[in-house]
């Protein structure tokens, strides 16, 4: 697929990704992908930065308020994602792996109307199989997975695939290339959680941060390999 290699420009402190597809006008998808439709495009910020409001600009006591005020926000919803995760974990039995409730794994949570969609597309994503995060990687076990790429996240790991998410897989791009830190506090996981196929992630919806727990179960190719974003290695 064109999508499935991204074209990646860094001019000083922004990182843009951009896909040769058109996605316009394609119905939304429930679930997990709905959710991440909404997500709010600065997903560190929360909000308007000082260079886009003349508000803010004139302040010059409100900025650091603000940032002391979502950082406070980020680290409630931290302490959030650690205690949904136990309460995840510790109501999986033993040999049973996590679902997400509202993203369950077959093909009607990818799109509300296929009808909508182009005929090809539709039968392209239809085709779509549902594998554990560890057999779509090759992996012999989910405990060989790792939360973070070798070497940590660089905005070059970002591949997208078929899901026309550019927007949302630019932010993360953006933040890796600019406030690593800030990513790696929006991942909540341990080896139990990779276990049962389950990760707590923190976004900024609409301005509001929320936890929100992910399964491991990813829309794949028949022939094997992850459908939509993936990281470079890893």
Not at 40 to 59: H, I, N, Q, R, T
Not at 99 to 117: I, N
Not at 119 to 125: L, Q, R, V
Request: with cysteine; hydrophobic share 35%.
């Amino acid at each position: 697929s064109p999508c499935s290699h991204l074209c990646q420009h860094t001019m000083g402190n922004t990182t843009s990704i951009s896909c040769d597809e058109d996605h316009h006008g394609l119905p939304m998808a429930r679930g997990r992908s709905r959710r991440l439709a909404e997500c709010d495009a600065s997903v560190g910020g929360g909000g308007a930065s000082a260079e886009s409001s003349p508000a803010m600009a004139s302040s010059s006591t409100s900025s650091p308020r603000k940032a002391a005020s979502a950082a406070n926000a980020r680290a409630f919803v931290a302490d959030q994602s650690t205690e949904m995760l136990e309460a995840i974990l510790s109501s999986i039995p033993d040999g049973r792996c996590y679902e997400d409730p509202e993203f369950l794994p077959r093909s009607a949570a990818l799109c509300q109307s296929w009808d909508r969609l182009a005929p090809d597309k539709a039968k392209e994503w239809q085709k779509l199989v549902w594998k554990p995060a560890h057999t779509a990687l090759g992996l012999k076990s989910p405990k060989e997975l790792a939360i973070w790429p070798k070497g940590g996240a660089k905005p070059t790991d970002v591949r997208q695939g078929i899901l026309g998410d550019c927007y949302f897989l630019a932010s993360l791009s953006a933040l890796a290339d600019t406030q690593k830190a800030l990513l790696e506090q929006l991942i909540t996981s341990n080896e139990r959680a990779l276990e049962v196929g389950v990760t707590i992630c923190r976004l900024s919806l609409g301005g509001q941060w929320r936890a929100i727990p992910v399964s491991h179960s990813l829309p794949c190719y028949p022939s094997g390999g992850l459908a939509f974003s993936r990281a470079k290695e890893g």
